[in-house]
């Protein structure tokens, strides 16, 4: 920024700048790229890289506080001056961004001079954004010297804990310096924000020493925070340099961390390099071996699946195969689904196979819908096949459960009808979409239809509609069903409104024997609301 200097001090002007020049001369072209382009491309106007004059003689003229010319200039220039005197006019500006911006400025400004001064004034300011832009000035200057900018941010942080965090923040993204930032962990009282500062060291870290990020994660991190930032770093390392992040994986000593560390690199290698992937697994010992080839073999399948039936074909252990099925078949099914059911079939009765067939119909479903169901609906009676159906009717209705709707009258009769019309019933209740209830309304009564209600009377449509859902439980043709549903609707409605559910309950389709037991429950209940304070 040029400030116009007065003639009396041309000396003390040309101390300040080449003050200015050697800090500039001094930071790290990274620190000029990162973290002041922001700062610098708005403030373009001011160093002579974009001559605005017509937006600046705008601001001026809305803002008789300003002079002609940059705005922002000439308000740094007074405040530099006299910054009390230009505090007070900072705070008759009106807010906005535009006033942030002014803020940052002349505190940008003032920071060059004398960054303590400003850090002072900055942080007596009142709370809020004005304040916070404040302070970011001063922190983007003060990043030629971020040790003393540290520092002073940890003395800072009794009035103000953010100034701490992004101070290192700024250092840890813009410096790249997260051994120093690092030294100041422990002054962050905020278990949060230090978390926050530690997920941002090591993701710096980890792009030229994932080795001393694992360590450092070790030595300050714990729980969740350890958890996903060792999965991030191996994710990134599996994907980059999988032999460096199969040596580091030796060092995880927690054992839920270290299986899930291994399905990812194991996953993604088996993508990009599956016979060094192979070769990896073999180094491993018992459950940490078996699952690592499994995960490979899953990755592999992803991009090569034909490679991955002869591997497992050619093998000796009959473990691996069955293993290997459920993502192959996956895989396959959606380019060669009879070769994928085929594969399938080859597998024994047993859970194995359920999970090969699960995954080979959503796979397939994904191309040939249709195909798909047709195949699970004339799967042989029973649970298995009511669960295959189930699984693509949700799929179906998860999308649109109109089209879903649309598929009852082609499911057999029976569980796999009624399961189907209850998933579809609670996809479209969590839209609350009145087009449910026309649905609703021009299904036959029966098993289909109660099932439906079902689902709306367990629904948060309950709470909302109590008089709409109790009338649909009312409805219900199952005698047995109506009756819990009707009590279980009443009751939950008696909880924000006694007297409305005692009204309705008065004409429940029940037995008399049974709606005299639930209208003497709800009278308790509306005279026990009378009673209490």
Do not use: C
């Amino acid at each position: 920024m040029k400030t116009k200097f007065r003639s009396g001090f041309v000396p003390f002007a040309l101390w300040v700048a080449a003050t200015v020049a050697a800090y500039w001369i001094g930071m790290s072209q990274q620190s000029r790229s990162d973290a002041l382009v922001d700062s610098h491309n708005r403030k373009g106007s001011l160093n002579g890289t974009n001559n605005n004059s017509a937006a600046n003689a705008k601001k001026a003229q809305n803002n008789p506080l300003l002079g002609h010319g940059d705005p922002n200039e000439e308000l740094a220039s007074r405040f530099v001056r006299d910054p009390d005197k230009g505090i007070i006019e900072l705070e008759k500006l009106p807010p906005g961004k535009s006033t942030q911006d002014a803020y940052q400025d002349v505190f940008e400004e003032l920071a060059s001079i004398d960054a303590l001064r400003a850090a002072a004034l900055a942080l007596n300011l009142s709370p809020g954004p004005n304040r916070a832009a404040a302070l970011t000035g001063v922190q983007l200057i003060w990043l030629g010297d971020p040790k003393a900018l540290l520092d002073w941010a940890s003395t800072a942080a009794d009035t103000d804990p953010d100034v701490l965090q992004s101070s290192l923040m700024m250092v840890v993204k813009s410096e790249e310096k997260p051994a120093l930032a690092a030294q100041y962990l422990d002054k962050i009282a905020d278990p949060s924000a230090r978390n926050q500062v530690i997920t941002a060291i090591a993701s710096v870290m980890s792009q030229s020493d994932p080795a001393g990020t694992l360590s450092f994660l070790g030595q300050v991190a714990s729980g969740m925070t350890y958890n996903n930032n060792v999965q991030i770093l191996f994710g990134n390392l599996s994907k980059h340099d999988p032999p460096t992040a199969a040596t580091l994986i030796n060092q995880l000593t927690d054992l839920n961390t270290r299986q899930a560390v291994i399905a990812t690199l194991a996953t993604n290698w088996g993508q990009s390099d599956p016979q060094a992937a192979v070769l990896w697994t073999q180094t491993l010992q018992g459950a940490d071996a078996t699952s690592a080839l499994n995960s490979v073999l899953s990755g592999w399948a992803q991009n090569d699946p034909k490679s991955v039936l002869a591997y497992i074909t050619g093998t000796a252990d009959p473990s691996t195969y069955y293993s290997a099925v459920p993502a192959l078949a996956q895989s396959m099914s959606a380019s060669d689904p009879q070769s994928a059911l085929a594969l399938v079939q080859s597998l024994p009765d047993g859970s194995t196979k359920d999970k090969a067939l699960n995954s080979a119909l959503l796979g397939m479903a994904k191309s040939n819908f249709a195909y798909a169901l047709d195949y699970a609906i004339n799967l042989p009676v029973g649970s298995n096949r009511d669960t295959e159906i189930g699984s693509l009717v949700g799929l179906q209705a998860n999308a649109s459960p109109a089209q879903a709707a649309k598929l009852l009258d082609q499911i057999p009769a029976g569980n796999a009808q009624l399961n189907a019309a209850s998933t579809v019933a609670a996809a479209w209740v969590k839209q609350n979409s009145p087009t449910f209830l026309d649905w609703l309304g021009g299904l036959p009564e029966g098993d289909v239809r109660d099932a439906a209600i079902v689902q709306l009377d367990s629904s948060g449509q309950a709470a909302k509609h109590p008089s709409a859902v109790f009338a649909q439980a009312n409805s219900i043709s199952n005698p047995d069903l109506r009756a819990v549903q009707i009590q279980t609707v009443l009751i939950n409605w008696a909880v924000k409104d006694p007297q409305a559910a005692l009204a309705a309950a008065q004409n429940a389709n029940l037995p008399d024997d049974q709606r005299a037991s639930l209208v003497q429950k709800l009278t308790q209940s509306v005279t026990r609301s009378k009673n209490s304070p």
